[in-house]
């Protein structure tokens, strides 16, 4: 049984044990967790700048479920699920692009980019066909500072404002709206996805692990702040020669739960995306946004960035997957928590509790 009221249970941070190992391990919480949380859950696409124009569109795997986000004729941004209404085929196969229409791969079902089917060949003998029953299913979509989020079905979390309520006042005069896309690097991770975010949420591994970081960051001044459906862990760069460029004053690291990290400094945005594909594999989604990419020494700027970016990525990986095989052996089950470094895991491991508890009842 993978749930008690035991388990469940979610104490104060300094009475509180981890959450079970056999949640991270069990073949039954890879499905479990992408209907039940993810599935519920906002999931960040890409920023409206990757739509450019009218009748252009973008793929994406959201839950385990292929979905399509289109700019109309009219430039309202709508996403559906990439799946058409024949056989099931896929309507666009290209990570991105600009089409007209949406044309099935398989037997070239047209569908215009609200969704409404427009053309089916060889259908004419077919009877009792009415085409206004097949249009495509549409995915709710909401955008917050530029940044696009679709929610595959209603869950326990509120709408996109309110679950990130508080967040543009924070990082003002910074606005994410007008950021470029850059580009995405992706990392294949064997662990579960629950690992990698608990290690995002505590610089309690930062002096063993990353070096290199804590040279950057001021580990002294290093701070966790909790929120209802999101954590914030922020640090001053120490003076000198810094990789996120002359203008980053401060670092801001905010996770958004489930699955979602915005890493802030100064005029760049390196927005995560965790996506469990296996029990014990993970895919890390990492799309680098920056103000002006031809700003004088910007190319330099990003391929510093993007270099220290991907040490301290190895690195995490590295521990995470020791992690996991770690979580796997008889003799762990559940640890506690550093009250003074960990309260980022333990909040995040509460609204799993919650999410869980809701699932079940």
């Known amino acids: ?30 499905a479990f967790d992408r209907d039940a949380v993810l599935g519920t859950s906002w999931q960040y696409v890409a920023h409206a700048n990757q739509l450019p124009a009218p009748r252009t569109f973008l793929t994406a795997d959201v839950a385990g479920h292929p979905i399509v986000v289109v700019r ?24 991105c692009g600009s089409a007209k229409m949406l044309q099935c791969q398989y037997h070239g079902w047209t569908y215009r980019l609200d969704g409404s089917l427009r053309g089916v060949p060889r259908f004419d003998r077919s009877e009792l066909f009415d085409k206004r029953d097949f249009g495509l299913t549409p995915v ?7 940044l696009l989020f679709v929610r595959l079905q209603p869950g326990p979390l509120p709408g996109l404002e309110a679950l990130l309520s508080g967040i543009a006042e924070r990082i003002a005069p910074i606005r994410l709206d007008d950021l470029q896309f850059h580009t995405r690097v992706t990392y294949d991770v064997a662990c579960n996805w629950k690992v990698y975010v608990d290690n995002y949420l505590e610089g309690y591994h930062l002096p063993l692990v990353h070096p290199e970081l804590c040279k ?31 203008e980053a004053e401060a670092a801001f690291y905010y996770f958004v739960f489930p699955n979602i990290m915005l890493n802030i400094m100064g005029d760049r945005l390196q927005m995560n995306a965790v996506v469990p594909v296996a029990p014990g594999r993970t895919l890390v989604h990492f799309d680098y946004f920056y103000a002006d990419l031809d700003k004088p020494g910007m190319a330099e700027q990003i391929a510093s960035d993007m270099k220290f970016s991907d040490e301290v990525q190895l690195e995490d990986i590295e ?9 796997t052996s008889p003799a762990y089950d559940q640890g506690r928590f550093s009250v003074e470094c960990e309260a980022g895991v333990h909040h995040f491991q509460g609204l799993l509790k919650e999410a869980y508890g809701a699932a079940t009842r």
């Not at 009221?5 to 391990?25: F, K």
């Not at 009219?74 to 699920?81: H, I, K, L, S």
Request: contains cysteine; hydrophobic residues 30%; proline residues 8%.
């Open 140 to 146: 709710e979509l909401a955008e917050w500072q530029g």
């Open 216 to 246: 950057v960051l001021d580990y002294r001044a290093y701070r966790t702040e909790t929120f209802r459906y999101y954590s914030l862990q922020h640090s001053p760069l120490r003076d000198g020669d810094s990789p996120y460029g002359e």
């Open 1 to 30: 049984m993978l749930f008690t009221p035991d388990t469940l249970h979610h104490e104060p941070l300094e009475r509180a044990s981890t959450i079970p190992s056999a949640w991270y391990v069990d073949p039954q919480m890879h």
């Open 72 to 95: 109309d004729a009219e430039g309202a941004v709508r996403a559906f699920y990439n799946v058409c209404k024949h056989r099931g085929g896929p309507l666009a196969t290209r990570p």
């Open 319 to 327: 521990i995470c997957e020791h992690v996991q095989r770690g979580l």
